[in-house]
T-cell receptor, first 109, second 115 residues
């Protein structure tokens, strides 16, 4: 079956760095997405990885290891506005996104 | 900017009522999707459409139907609402092109409560 595993909740301090891990098992693989979702709002796109390695985009970076079925999202210089849920979503062989339940990130001053 | 608009942010309906959730996108995207999102669960795909008048079942189509008569509009229909359909419903669209990574553009969501 297809399965996504990411921590339910994490807490970090403003200005610090946090890494949100995601492991996945899918039928085929066509890349992996990370989305951010603030409470009561729609998800918004953060990153897409299809090849192994690190993709950096400002304060956010995303890493992928296809052989390990593993990805992480790295957030640097945390700001209070980064408090949100972060959704890991690999794309299977049918080009359908398989969604994790999300990691709720709480930022404390 | 891509805009996906859902007709209602909040709805309250009674068991057995017919419910229409409308979604319109303004970027000429071929693909449109309906998801529901419940606490502690990932987004679950209800139905999707790759073209006008075309529809495909997602993971949880039971109790729902859809309509895509025009490219920009994708409607979700609950023929007879039940309390277990109380949820947040999210519409999304994406283009079909060789350059497309599959990124989805979401509407603001419609929170449906069935009493």
């Amino acid at each position: 079956g297809q399965n996504i595993d990411q921590p339910t909740e994490m807490t970090a301090t403003e200005g610090a760095i946090v890494q949100i891990n995601c492991t996945y098992q899918t039928s085929g693989f066509n890349g992996l997405f990370w989305y951010q979702q603030h409470a009561g709002e729609a998800p918004t796109f953060l990153s897409y990885n299809v090849l192994d390695g690190l993709e950096e985009k400002g304060r956010f970076s995303s890493f992928l290891s296809r052989s390990k079925g593993y990805s992480y999202l790295l957030l640097k210089e945390l700001q209070m506005k980064d408090s949100a849920s972060y959704l890991c979503a690999p794309m299977d062989s049918n080009y359908q996104l398989i969604w994790g339940a999300g990691t709720k990130l709480i930022i404390k001053p | 900017d891509v805009k996906v608009t859902q007709s209602s942010r909040y709805l309250v309906k009674r068991t057995g009522e017919k419910v229409f959730l409308e979604c319109v996108q303004d970027m000429d995207h071929e693909n449109m999707f309906w998801y529901r999102q419940d606490p502690g669960l990932g987004l679950r795909l209800i139905y999707f459409s790759y073209d006008v008048k075309m529809k495909e079942k997602g993971d949880i189509p039971e109790g729902y139907s859809v309509s895509r008569e025009k490219k920009e509009r994708f409607s979700l229909i609950l023929e007879s609402a039940s309390t277990n359909q109380t949820s947040m419903y999210l519409c999304a669209s994406s283009p079909t092109s060789e350059l497309n990574t599959g990124e989805l553009f979401f509407g603001e969501g419609s929170r449906l409560t069935v009493l």
